[in-house]
């Protein structure tokens, strides 16, 4: 394991490190036959399929083909999207455009460290076109902290290069107004949410 040393003599697992490690290990556990993981948590459904990969650095081609490996180890894009589907891609840009400065990352860009990459939102992106979305149907969703960690870090290059609409969770935006999703008929405590209508 790589480990880099701070101000004392003590030594931490890099972030990076920690997660090729703990995602190597959990990716072995989801594979052992006779262990399921998932039924807790999914009620007696059938468990989800997941798929683990490693990419050493943000290169365009290789995050391409690494993301291309993931969708086909889960049986496909095709499986899930298709010509005409209405697709929205979730980022992560927790905490907004200020935990990019944060002394806890160590200076590592937030895209590498606590963000979705925009590199993996390109490709994406491209594979889900490749299978006939349009572009003006393909959305990207996150609710914003602020409109800086969005326009400020790639994202916005990414969503005019691919042709894509983004839409801030925190509003209806480009909607009238915010839909209400019911949970089904597991609900524990709501029985439904208040959700851009894009998501519904």
């Known amino acids: 394991m790589e480990h880099h040393a701070n101000k004392g003599a003590e030594e931490q697992l890099s972030r990076r490190s920690f997660l090729g490690t703990i995602g190597a290990a959990a990716a072995g556990l989801l594979l052992l036959p006779g262990i399921d993981l998932l039924r807790g948590a999914t009620r007696g459904a059938a468990p989800a399929k997941v798929a683990v990969t490693q990419a050493d650095r943000y290169e365009r081609a290789l995050i391409r083909q690494k993301v291309q490996h993931l969708f086909e180890v889960l049986g496909g894009i095709a499986d899930v999207v298709r010509a005409g589907d209405r697709v929205a891609v979730k980022l992560n840009l927790t905490g907004g455009s200020g935990s990019a400065y944060s002394p806890k990352l160590q200076r590592v860009p937030i895209t590498e460290s606590m ?44 969503q005019r290069y691919l042709g894509a609409e983004m839409i801030d969770l925190n509003s209806p935006n480009p909607y009238s107004a915010f839909v209400a999703l019911p949970v089904g008929e597991h609900a524990f405590f709501y029985s439904s949410f208040r959700v851009n209508p894009v998501l519904a």
Do not use: Q
């Open 115 to 158: 963000w979705t990459h925009p590199e993996v939102v390109r490709a994406v992106g491209e594979l889900i076109i490749d299978c006939g979305v349009r572009p003006g149907d393909l959305y990207l969703v996150e609710a914003l902290w602020d409109t800086a960690s969005f326009n400020n870090f790639g994202f916005r290059d990414v």
